[in-house]
């Protein structure tokens, strides 16, 4: 891994971006919810998960998926009973957190 | 007794003498107790969200052995040492590793005491010991009937054992898997288990049965796995529930008997999953109540009983959130964000907070269950709408892409945590 061969500090800058998605958005500031997605869509890359990757995703996208996964208009194993905790607000602030998160 | 003037004047005087105590700005000093799914999570969270804190992880074990996936261990899915992993990971996020077991907590002191006596001070402390066995519950089992009637409900040498007496067994042979009553670790645990191992039995030893014992009268994802069964191992595993005379009420390891009121079960393998408790850490630290389980608000997950002591995983009463790993790591990041607010002065919002366990009934074949939770009149509540089981009728892959979606959930889970 690359980050082994980096410096302590900036290492660790990475380590806390990568761990929490970091980035610019400090985890401390996220939103209700979002440090429970990251238990299946984690913030490091995950070498043969086959759940898909959203950090980085534009807001937009992750927010229609969530509404069509809550009403039920996109078929899912998982995700409509997980959604359907969630309300257009929350959903919004999940979605603008993650989009802030480096891809 | 000192005067209001007189009080105050002390504690100026002592936190000009240990400033680092005292000011928030400063960091200041968070003890984890547990390097499992909780415990490990939450002391790297701590250190990534402040970095100025002293996070110290107290772990007896140098390496850690995970329970989900464990019991693909059993029938022959897995090796153990692909459940193993290491704090390498968590030392390099700057935790400090006490490789060591805590002895006893000073609440009021707010001290942690090892095993080779000294003591470690604390701003807050997090405990997540996982569980304890409760010997004595169960009449006849007691450490040295583990050895022959293993449990293997701590992953690790018992699932070896328990692995090792299956492949031992004689064709034809009776396995007997005993249930405890709830709350126990793992709620849909031990009818993976005795999937799997039907599993393992339909291709190596055909002409085996597989009897479950129950304290209870329903169970986790009850009506998904008995289909399952119906479908996959018909005829194999036979499920007695506690108004059936499921109730195990003692065990006697020399002859593997399992006794009920109205009958006496020889197996030829015996598992035992015996009634639980919180690890003794917290029983001694006073976080337990009468129930052998830990109390906490659902907000920051601090103790009811211990002010300043905070139970994530398995230990804790979390209200509707059950026991599981994926749980656990939720708690601890949710923990860790609250504490860090805490010693900052601030007041942590109320979080939301999801579950989902996935079971295997055979390897291609996944089903699960999730739940979402907010903090509702003091418990951790289930959003009312959200979550549940798999469902029933499926067409397609379905299954089988739950199966896989379960095996990326560890990969995930286990490099979150440990990678
Ligand atoms: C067969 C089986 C299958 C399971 N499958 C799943 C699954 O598929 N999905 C899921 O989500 N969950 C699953 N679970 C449940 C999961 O393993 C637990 O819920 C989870 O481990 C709880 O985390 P924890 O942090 O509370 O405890 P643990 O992960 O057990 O960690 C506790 C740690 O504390 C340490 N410790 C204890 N006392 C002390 C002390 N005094 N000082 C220092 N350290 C101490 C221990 O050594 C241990 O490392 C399964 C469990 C079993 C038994």
Same mark, same amino acid.
């Given at each position: ?5 980096l410096l302590?500090?900036l290492?660790?800058?990475l ?5 929490? =998605?970091? =980035? ?8 209700? =919810? +979002? ?9 490091q ?10 950090? =980085? ?25 997980i ?9 919004? +602030?999940? +979605? ?8 | ?8 004047? &002390?504690?100026?005087?002592?936190? @000009? ?14 003890? *984890? ?40 261990? @059993?029938?022959? @899915? ?13 030392q ?13 907590? $000073?609440?009021s ?9 000294? #003591? ?15 010997w004595?519950? &169960?009449?006849?089992? $007691? ?12 992953? /690790?040498?018992?699932?070896? @054992? ?7 067994? $004689?064709?034809? /042979? ?14 849909? /645990? ?7 191992i ?36 018909p005829?194999?595993?036979e ?14 390891p020399?002859t593997?008997?399992? !006794? ?18 919180a690890g003794?850490?917290a029983q ?5 109540? %009468? ?14 009983? %211990? ?6 995983g ?18 601890? #990041?949710?923990?860790?964000?609250? *504490? !860090?607010?805490?010693?900052a002065?601030?007041?942590? *919002? ?9 079971? &295997? !009934? ?14 509702? #009149? ?38 979150? !945590?440990?990678?």
């Amino acid at each position: 891994m690359t980050h082994r061969l980096l410096l302590p500090a900036l290492a660790s800058v990475l380590l806390l971006a990568s761990f929490l =998605g970091g =980035g610019p958005v400090r985890a401390a500031d996220a939103p209700p =919810g +979002a440090s429970s997605c990251t238990g299946c869509h984690a913030s490091q890359r995950i070498p043969d998960s086959v759940i898909p990757r959203i950090a =980085g995703r534009k807001a937009s996208d992750i927010v229609q998926f969530m509404r069509e996964y809550r009403s039920g208009a996109w078929p899912s194993s998982v995700m409509g009973r997980i959604a359907k905790g969630f309300d257009d607000q929350q959903i919004d +602030a999940i +979605a603008a957190w993650f989009a802030a998160q480096p891809e | 007794m000192a005067t209001r003037r007189t009080f105050l004047k &002390l504690t100026a005087a002592a936190s @000009l003498a240990v400033p680092s105590i005292t000011s928030a700005q400063a960091g200041g000093r968070v003890v *984890v107790v547990g390097g499992g799914f909780g415990g490990a999570t939450a002391a790297r969270m701590l250190k990534a969200l402040e970095p100025k804190l002293t996070v110290t992880l107290v772990e007896p074990n140098p390496v850690f052995t995970a329970c989900p996936f464990s019991n693909n261990v @059993l029938a022959a @899915l897995r090796e153990i040492t692909q459940q193993q992993f290491g704090y390498d990971g968590v030392q390099k996020a700057g935790v400090v590793l006490a490789q060591t077991a805590a002895t006893a907590v $000073d609440a009021s002191g707010k001290t942690v005491t090892l095993s080779d006596g000294s #003591k470690l001070p604390y701003d807050r402390l997090v405990l997540s010991p996982g569980i304890d066995i409760n010997w004595g519950a &169960l009449p006849g089992y $007691d450490e040295a009937a583990a050895e022959k009637m293993p449990h293997a409900w701590k992953a /690790g040498a018992q699932t070896v @054992l328990l692995r090792q007496q299956l492949q031992a067994m $004689d064709d034809g /042979g009776l396995v007997v898997i005993s249930s405890p009553a709830n709350p126990f670790r793992c709620p849909p /645990g031990p009818y993976e288990r005795a999937s799997l191992i039907a599993y393992w039995l339909k291709i190596w030893k055909p002409r085996s049965k597989l009897l479950i014992l129950d304290s209870k009268d329903a169970f986790s994802k009850q009506r998904l796995f008995q289909n399952a069964w119906a479908q996959l191992y018909p005829g194999l595993i036979e499920w007695v529930s506690l108004s059936q005379g499921g109730k195990v009420t003692s065990v006697d390891p020399s002859t593997l008997t399992f !006794v009920t009121d109205f009958a006496r079960h020889k197996a030829a393998v015996g598992n035992v999953i015996p009634p639980q408790k919180a690890g003794a850490i917290a029983q001694q630290a006073g976080v337990a109540d %009468r129930t052998g389980w830990c109390p906490v608000e659902p907000v920051a997950f601090e103790s009811t009983l %211990r002010p300043g002591i905070h139970v994530i995983g398995d230990s804790a009463i979390m209200g509707g959130m059950p026991k599981s790993a994926f749980a656990a790591n939720a708690q601890a #990041k949710v923990c860790a964000a609250a *504490v !860090v607010e805490l010693l900052a002065g601030r007041k942590p *919002v109320d979080p939301i907070l999801i579950n989902t366990c996935y079971s &295997l !009934v055979a390897p291609d074949y996944g089903i699960s269950v999730a739940g979402v939770y907010r903090p509702d #009149k003091g418990v951790l509540a289930d959003i009312p709408g959200a979550g549940g089981a798999s469902p029933l009728e499926v067409v397609g892959g379905f299954r089988g892409q739950e199966a896989l979606y379960a095996s990326s959930w560890f990969k995930t889970i286990t490099t979150e !945590v440990f990678g």
